[in-house]
């Protein structure tokens, strides 16, 4: 079992910067490739960004690219999303999730085997 616990969302102004954590414990992080999804209300969930269990890959979305970076600490068992320039398309409730797959596949929301409980980004205008 993995608990995931993220933090610190809140409230910014549009053009500001928000850097989310998520700490990890349970099992071996480092057996996990990680990835941050996000939920706007009456939207699907999306990936926004993930990474590989060594943090030698990464993958964007196309909306955040060039905005938002994802990283990790397998020392620390946490794994980072730093956002800038935010737009308030970016309001959402963003999770983090786990995945001990052996193919690494950061798309595909069903092979995640872990999920934090979410934390809300909400990026005024």
């Known amino acids: 079992q993995v608990q995931l616990v993220e933090s610190g969302g809140g409230l910014v102004q549009a053009g500001g910067s928000l850097r989310l954590s998520c700490a990890a414990s349970g099992r071996t992080f480092s057996d996990y490739s990680m990835a941050w999804f996000r939920q706007a209300p009456g939207k699907e969930r999306e990936v926004v960004a993930a990474?590989?269990?060594?943090?030698?890959?990464?993958h964007y979305a196309d909306s955040v690219k060039g905005r938002f970076t994802i990283s990790r600490d397998n020392a620390k068992n946490t794994v980072y999303l730093q956002m800038n320039s935010l737009k308030p398309e970016d309001t959402a409730v963003y999770y983090c999730a786990a995945d001990s797959g052996a193919i690494w596949r950061p798309t595909q929301d069903r092979l995640y085997d872990y999920w934090g409980q979410g934390t809300q980004v909400t990026v005024s205008s």
């Open positions: 990474i590989s269990r060594g943090g030698g890959s990464t």
